[in-house]
């Protein structure tokens, strides 16, 4: 990753519930790597820059809504979040985002879009800086490279 972009910069990366099952739920929707898998690449295209990557992941609505309210006060420059299932249900989580006012990029490793009617609404992504969906874990990678380059 190219490090001319990337000075002190705090992201959090946030995975909403079921996403610490990958590698082993519905491979053929969400792919074969696991959560750490994803985390590990991501850290490794830090390595080089001095930016601050910080992992959460949670079943719960309410820590994730304490995770991202926590995110205002503790020098967090940008979110990059997958709330997974609750991307169609999570009013709450959405004013946390919100209510936070910190830019952040909505990821999802399926195309929510051709999947069934219930996902094709999300509660993020008018809030969102933007969205990537369908690229699998490529979608977070290009997520980081963009909070890197963007400031
Ligand atoms: C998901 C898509 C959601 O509809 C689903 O509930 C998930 C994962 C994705 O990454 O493709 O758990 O956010």
Redesign the pocket.
């Given at each position: 990753m190219d490090s001319r972009n990337a000075n002190a910069r705090n992201i959090l990366i946030v995975h909403?519930?079921?996403?610490n099952l990958l590698g082993t739920r519905e491979p053929e929707i969400?792919g074969g790597v696991t959560l750490q898998d994803i985390n590990r690449n991501l850290s490794g295209l830090t390595e080089n820059t001095s930016a601050k990557l910080d992992f959460f992941q949670s079943n719960a609505e309410s820590a994730l809504i304490e995770r991202v309210q926590q995110a205002m006060s503790d020098g967090t420059d940008f979110i990059i979040i997958?709330?997974?299932?609750y991307?169609?249900s999570s009013i709450a989580l959405r004013d946390a985002l919100a209510a936070v006012k910190i830019p952040f990029i909505e990821v999802?490793?399926?195309n929510?879009y051709s999947?069934e009617s219930f996902?094709q609404h999300s509660y993020f992504s008018d809030l969102a800086i933007g969205v990537i969906s369908g690229l699998g874990a490529k979608g977070y990678e290009l997520a980081l490279e963009y909070a890197l380059a963007s400031h």
């Amino acid at each position: 990753m190219d490090s001319r972009n990337a000075n002190a910069r705090n992201i959090l990366i946030v995975h909403g519930p079921n996403l610490n099952l990958l590698g082993t739920r519905e491979p053929e929707i969400y792919g074969g790597v696991t959560l750490q898998d994803i985390n590990r690449n991501l850290s490794g295209l830090t390595e080089n820059t001095s930016a601050k990557l910080d992992f959460f992941q949670s079943n719960a609505e309410s820590a994730l809504i304490e995770r991202v309210q926590q995110a205002m006060s503790d020098g967090t420059d940008f979110i990059i979040i997958n709330p997974a299932a609750y991307t169609h249900s999570s009013i709450a989580l959405r004013d946390a985002l919100a209510a936070v006012k910190i830019p952040f990029i909505e990821v999802h490793l399926s195309n929510i879009y051709s999947r069934e009617s219930f996902r094709q609404h999300s509660y993020f992504s008018d809030l969102a800086i933007g969205v990537i969906s369908g690229l699998g874990a490529k979608g977070y990678e290009l997520a980081l490279e963009y909070a890197l380059a963007s400031h």
